[in-house]
């Protein structure tokens, strides 16, 4: 079966940088895009961040542009998320989801079980 | 962007009772909506995609519609493990915006 685990979280001072984790098994990673979606403590969902299949597109939410970086390595089964110059904002559980389709986002049908980023001093 | 604004925020019902949660967007898009159900403390969880189409595994009490730019989700008779907070989301351009949930509790 799809399973996700999301792993890198942590605690982090204003301004620093963390990289998180996915990694895939239970189907072929390499033929479907990936997303990142937060939830910052007791708020809804926040879609982040998507990523083609092949890695040849990428899309961001306005608040994260510049700052985040996802990518993905097909031969590990891995997608990662490179979080730099982090704000109190981005307090949150992140989460990884499988999309349905390769190329687009279409639905996510499979999550993580999330990591807990805490930006604080 | 495309805003999803969901209604209600909050909503008490009782086991057996059916239930609609709605969704509207802020312009005319195709029916690339989805809705996720979250229990407290974990990972959202697909019921419905593309509008109507029920993901597999889930049960039938659960459906989808469309009418113009509104979108639905209905219970049709709740169920104990229902309740939970409910969103909808929109994949039909990004960012891929959810709705603000609604957390659906028991009477």
């Known amino acids: 079966q799809v399973q996700l685990v999301e792993s890198g979280g942590g605690v982090v001072q204003p301004g620093g940088s963390l990289r998180l984790s996915c990694t895939a098994s239970?189907?072929?990673?390499?033929?479907?895009?990936m997303h990142w979606v937060r939830q910052a403590p007791g708020k809804g969902l926040e879609w982040v961040s998507f990523?083609?299949?092949?890695?040849?597109?990428?899309y961001y939410v306005d608040s994260v542009k510049g700052r985040f970086t996802i990518s993905r390595d097909n031969s590990k089964n891995t997608l990662y998320l490179q979080m730099n110059s982090l704000r109190a904002e981005d307090t949150a559980v992140y989460y990884c989801?499988?999309?349905?389709?390769?190329?687009?986002?279409?639905?996510?049908?499979?999550w993580g079980q999330g990591t807990l980023v805490t930006v604080s001093s | 962007d495309i805003q999803m604004t969901q209604s209600p925020s909050s909503l008490s019902a009782s086991v057996g009772d059916r239930v609609t949660i709605t969704c509207r967007a802020s312009q005319s898009i195709s029916p690339y909506v989805n809705w996720y159900q979250q229990r407290p403390g974990k990972a959202p969880k697909l019921l419905i995609y593309a509008a109507s189409s029920l993901q597999s595994g889930v049960p039938s009490r659960f459906s989808g519609s469309r009418s113009g730019t509104d979108f639905t989700l209905t219970i049709s008779s709740l169920q104990p493990e229902d309740f939970a907070t409910y969103y909808c989301?929109?994949?039909?351009?990004?960012?891929?915006?959810f709705g603000q949930g609604t957390k659906l509790e028991i009477k």
């Open positions: 989301q929109q994949c039909n351009s990004t960012p891929y915006t």
């Open positions: 990523m083609r299949y092949d890695g040849s597109n990428t």
């Open positions: 239970g189907f072929i990673f390499s033929s479907y895009g």
């Open positions: 989801a499988k999309d349905r389709s390769g190329s687009s986002g279409y639905f996510f049908d499979s």
